[in-house]
């Protein structure tokens, strides 16, 4: 398995700011992956971060809203931009080991007021 | 594209009742398969998974069967204890390492003693 963290473990926001999230991982990994998960929700996948190259992302999601950056290996960071009460949600990130299997970090609790 | 339909809670059991999650998935490809919970006020654990028909993941007197026939990966435990109260989420994944999980939207199981 892999540690995983991520910093702030949660915040409160007023709208049109902007928030970093940043996740570390204590080995080295090609791929990692944001998530959001809104309250009473499940889990809905954001991008896909992969070192060296543009992230890739999914449906409903755009890079202007949710800049990734992915400077290294073991580190990543999601940026909230501009944002509404509507982005209040839990974020996470994951990391995939051997196996295909995903390890996940203890999420960013973020609030927009 | 993908998609993962479970049970909707909350689900209620008095301790050492038999537990069903039922999932069912639609996917291309073969997929691989997950259970993922969530302890309260805890991150997102792996709890088992299959990767390829007919496979049993199991963990903690947890079970699950890759059905293919039926696109089913059921969750089961024999005999639930209070500790087992979380929510499950039922997760699939196709394609390589650049593909992201899809989750089902998670079944709270309460657990009376």
């Known amino acids: 398995s892999a540690v995983i963290s991520q910093k702030p473990s949660r915040d409160i926001c007023q709208r049109g700011t902007s928030l970093t999230i940043q996740c570390q991982v204590d080995?080295?990994?090609?791929?990692m992956f944001w998530y959001r998960q809104q309250p009473g929700q499940s889990l809905t996948l954001i991008a896909t971060?992969?070192?060296?190259?543009?992230?890739?992302?999914e449906s409903g999601f755009v890079i202007d809203k949710f800049p990734i950056s992915r400077p290294n290996l073991t580190f990543s960071t999601l940026t909230v931009s501009n944002m509404s009460p509507e982005d209040s949600s839990i974020y996470l990130c994951?990391?995939?080991?051997?196996?295909?299997?995903?390890?996940f970090g203890p999420g960013t609790r973020l609030l927009v007021l | 594209g993908n998609s993962v339909t479970q049970m909707e809670g909350p689900v209620t059991l008095s301790e050492e009742a038999f537990l069903t999650i039922n999932c069912t998935y639609t996917?291309?490809?073969?997929?691989?398969l997950f259970w993922y919970v969530q302890y309260p006020g805890e991150g997102l654990q792996l709890l088992l998974k299959?990767?390829?028909?007919?496979d049993k993941g199991s963990n903690k007197g947890f079970e699950a069967t890759y059905r293919k026939e039926t696109t089913s990966f059921h969750l089961e435990k024999g005999s639930v204890q209070v500790s087992d109260s979380a929510v499950y989420f039922c997760?699939?994944?196709?394609?390589?390492?650049?593909?992201?999980?899809?989750f089902g939207k998670g079944t709270h199981l309460i657990i009376q003693p």
């Open positions: 994951s990391v995939e080991l051997a196996g295909e299997t995903q390890y």
């Open positions: 971060a992969n070192q060296g190259s543009e992230a890739t992302y």
């Open positions: 996917a291309t490809g073969y997929p691989s």
């Open positions: 299959a990767t390829k028909a007919d």
């Open positions: 080995s080295q990994v090609t791929m």
């Open positions: 997760a699939l994944k196709t394609g390589g390492g650049a593909d992201g999980l899809t």
